[in-house]
């Protein structure tokens, strides 16, 4: 399946395939999460962590190479969400993006004890300085 390139809400990121369904409890409708649905938690470098549903089948078949497709499909996620706070002054969407825009994935962390946490938030600090320093 091809990827979405979006973070959309019921949606895996990954395949596109829906993590949601409507049922009839109590005789009212309600969207309830499917059985396939997952989340994969990601360090970001502003120290915090960042939660992405996604199917079953696609957690198990990562292998850290798509951090870069994530947090893109991820801003753009919050982006598009943006476009329809029709109270927000473009001055207000272009500041948050500004802050959320530039986060990054360190690397995924639900697979990983605090201490390697700890150790890949230290080496992408010290990368990100160096990287600054030869600009
Ligand atoms: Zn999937």
Redesign the pocket.
């Known amino acids: 399946?091809p990827r979405p390139n979006i973070d959309v809400f019921g949606q895996?990121?990954?395949?596109?395939?829906s993590?949601i369904e409507e049922r009839v409890i109590d005789g009212k409708v309600v969207t309830v999460f499917k059985a396939?649905r997952t989340e994969t938690t990601y360090l970001l470098s502003d120290g915090s962590q960042m939660k992405v549903a996604?199917?079953?089948?696609?957690?198990e078949s990562l292998d850290g190479t798509e951090s870069a497709y994530v947090m893109k499909a991820v801003v753009r996620g919050w982006q598009h969400e943006l476009e329809t706070y029709s109270d927000w002054k473009q001055e207000q969407k272009d500041k948050y993006m500004g802050v959320y825009g530039k986060k990054k994935i360190v690397v995924r962390s639900d697979n990983k004890q605090k201490d390697v946490l700890t150790k890949h938030f230290n080496e992408y600090k010290v990368k990100e300085a160096k990287l600054k320093k030869d600009k």
């Open positions: 399946m895996c990121i990954m395949c596109g395939t993590l396939n996604m199917c079953k089948k696609c957690k």
